[in-house]
């Protein structure tokens, strides 16, 4: 059912759950089934075309056993797009929508409002609920390119405003929006798919500018955080599994009360039994985990660990479901499309 969420009768396990390829094996369909997990994530590997990806979440559904069960995708554009050509556009990367702003604000602004609606209606039409995106770190020449064109600006304002507006396009269009990745890891100089990265950046200089754009967003419906060890906020672990990090800063001094995810706990990272992961993460303050890799065994081991979601991470999932609005079924995403490229023609005519 298009648009529908859980319902408070039953909370399920606080884990979003990825699968191995475009149709569900039977011991996945077995785990799924015991495991009643809060939700599962579509990548590129699950996704071959419209009918078939539709065809997936329906054997989802079936697996949990709820017609509500959430449908997570990471659809940002640019290099972060699990919906790709053939099937579907080819969209720009965050960064591009940023350099429309910071020549004329009205421009850039139109110009995400419309990408916005067009992506939210092909989530929707898919039955896909949720969206991790916008990307709300800073962008950052100097750092890893596991960030860079995907971020809107360097500037704390620019990233606010343009996220500000794609949240709200979300909302509006039936999409629940994720920003990511608290408390701000655009200063990352490794690629946590890879490895553990250190920020050592002072907490005054966080403040100043990573920190901005997330509580100048806290209001958000959800939230992402990072596999980043910031030494100046808690030198011994990454904010996924810091106490410190979540209760302190992105609950306290960032203000953030939506709910609150972790990055994808497959990441090389962490090291360590998927489970105890899992736990760790939980207890720190994280409301649900993903895990995203499709390993049968690791799921079975998160199922084995973790007990049902906690009160406060389903208040926060019910203020969060009560956020959507149902998508007009009348629209129809091509005027936006035309739109939107005229927008970014204007763009490559401005850079040529």
Request: charged share 25%; aromatic share 6%; hydrophobic share 45%.
């Amino acid at each position: 059912m298009q648009g529908a969420f859980l319902s408070d009768s039953k909370k399920p396990k606080p884990i979003i759950f990825g699968c191995a390829g475009t149709r569900l094996t039977a011991e996945e369909r077995a785990l799924f089934r015991r495991a009643d997990p809060f939700g599962f994530i579509l990548f590129k590997r699950n996704c071959e075309n419209p009918e078939q990806v539709r065809y997936l979440i329906l054997e989802f559904k079936q697996a949990a056993g709820r017609d509500d069960v959430v449908i997570a995708i990471d659809q940002e554009g640019g290099r972060v797009a699990r919906l790709a050509p053939p099937h579907w556009p080819k969209y720009p990367a965050a960064r591009a929508f940023g350099l429309m702003y910071e020549q004329d604000p009205d421009w850039g602004i139109e110009a995400i409002r419309a990408y916005s609606r067009v992506v939210a209606c092909e989530l929707a039409k898919l039955g896909i609920t949720i969206n991790c995106a916008p990307v709300v770190d800073l962008f950052n020449p100097e750092g890893t390119p596991v960030i860079g064109d995907r971020a809107f600006s360097d500037r704390p304002g620019i990233v606010a405003g343009l996220a500000r507006a794609q949240i709200e396009t979300f909302l509006a269009n039936g999409i629940l929006p994720v920003i990511k990745h608290l408390p701000g890891h655009g200063r990352l100089k490794a690629d946590p798919h890879e490895l553990l990265p250190k920020i050592e950046a002072s907490r005054a200089e966080l403040e100043m500018l990573d920190f901005m754009p997330f509580e100048l967003l806290k209001d958000a419906p959800l939230g992402m955080n990072s596999h980043a060890v910031f030494t100046a906020l808690d030198p011994d672990n990454p904010a996924s599994l810091s106490e410190i990090v979540n209760r302190d800063i992105i609950r306290g001094a960032l203000g953030f009360d939506g709910l609150l995810l972790s990055d994808d706990l497959t990441m090389k990272a962490l090291a360590g039994n998927p489970g105890d992961l899992a736990r760790r993460a939980i207890n720190a303050g994280t409301d649900v985990v993903l895990h995203c890799n499709g390993n049968a065994s690791e799921m079975a081991a998160i199922d084995m660990a973790l007990e049902p979601m906690s009160d406060a991470g389903w208040a926060r999932w019910m203020h969060a479901k009560a956020m959507i609005v149902q998508p007009n079924a009348a629209y129809n995403p091509s005027e936006d499309a035309a739109r939107l490229d005229v927008l970014l023609g204007g763009l490559a005519a401005a850079q040529a």
